[in-house]
């Protein structure tokens, strides 16, 4: 039986402390599989690519690879081109924050090998899964965005702008070309495009820790994108 | 097919039972020209309620803190001992 390989796609920008612990987590956890990590870093003023080095002497270049970028640029085409160096057969993208514990991957990998689905999607917002970490008004809006989202985009999924998720490489390559949104609306448009080109997706129960160092923000502006984000793709999709 | 148009299918299709209705006098006359109202009174309750439901049963894991402190406690011990200095302000 070929053992199958897994290119974990993580952008980083000043992620100096958190880049670590997620390295080491990752090994931690996925002991038994074959894969490679790829850190796609913004020129982080704060070093992180220095620790990324050390990270490298550490594990071994095959399975620490640095493609760094010269500017802060967007999260989309940090995944092209991370995807450009990717040798898997599968591709995982996850964020460098703690907030995806590597703890999920091998029930992404599990998940994927038991219904051969091309995209396996974390959800914060099943039975198993959960959020910690988020006022009241913070679970409305995302709540409102959700109902907002199955009434009217009809999406497949439960948790659109989730971004851990394991793709069969050639899918990911494939949806990605057609993808034009930036930011989360990026994520938004990727699962969406994916259902309508009638990939098999399926969904893996996640949990959520809002941000342990650093502060993540959701204000009248990401909700003003979320909307035309939402609006575009009942048109565009 | 585009989505704006699965939905212009839905509205067409609802459209033309409201007419039908209309025409057919089932249901008396200005009760039937009100339908359309009724129905988006409806769905704006349906999201409300949803969103209701959805506020009270939100999944939550107040244990995944406390296990996320655990993991970086070990993962920055474990750094430490391999010599890489991350300066954790």
């Not at chain 2, 249901?27 to 339908?35: E, G, K, P, T």
């Amino acid at each position: 039986m070929e053992k199958n390989m897994y290119s974990i796609i993580i952008p980083t920008y000043n992620e100096r402390l958190n880049i670590a612990l997620v390295v080491y987590l990752v090994f931690k956890h996925l002991r038994e599989f074959d894969f490679e990590i790829i850190i796609v870093d913004d020129s982080s003023p704060d070093g992180t690519q220095d620790i990324v080095k050390q990270l490298q002497l550490l594990y071994g270049e095959e399975r620490i690879l640095l493609r760094a970028r010269k500017k802060k640029l967007g999260l989309g085409t940090a995944y092209c081109h991370g995807l450009k160096h990717a040798s898997g057969d599968f591709v995982i993208i996850m964020d460098a924050d703690l907030s995806h514990h590597p703890k999920y991957l091998p029930s992404f990998i599990r998940k994927q090998k038991e219904t051969e689905a091309s995209i396996v999607t974390g959800t914060r917002y099943v039975r198993g899964g959960g959020v910690h970490g988020w006022n009241l008004m913070r679970k409305l809006t995302s709540r409102g965005a959700n109902v907002l989202a199955q009434t009217f985009l009809w999406p497949g999924v439960s948790d659109l702008t989730g971004s851990f998720r394991l793709y069969k490489k050639s899918v990911l390559e494939d949806v990605i070309g057609s993808v034009v949104s930036k930011g989360y609306v990026f994520q938004m448009e990727m699962i969406v495009r994916a259902s309508r080109k009638g990939y098999h997706i399926e969904e893996v129960p996640i949990t959520f820790v809002d941000r342990v160092y650093g502060t993540s923000k959701l204000g009248g502006s990401e909700i003003v994108e979320y909307l035309k984000g939402l609006i575009y793709l009942i048109f565009a999709t | 097919m585009k989505h704006i148009l699965k939905i212009l299918e839905l509205l067409v299709t609802i459209s033309a039972i409201w007419i039908g209705l209309l025409q057919a006098s089932i249901v008396s006359s200005s009760y039937a020209w009100l339908l359309p109202v009724y129905l988006i009174i409806l769905l704006g309750c349906y999201g409300l309620f949803m969103v209701g439901v959805g506020l009270m049963f939100f999944p939550t894991c107040p244990q995944e803190s406390h296990l996320l402190q655990k993991d970086i406690a070990e993962a920055k011990d474990f750094l430490k001992r391999e010599g890489i200095d991350v300066n954790s302000d």
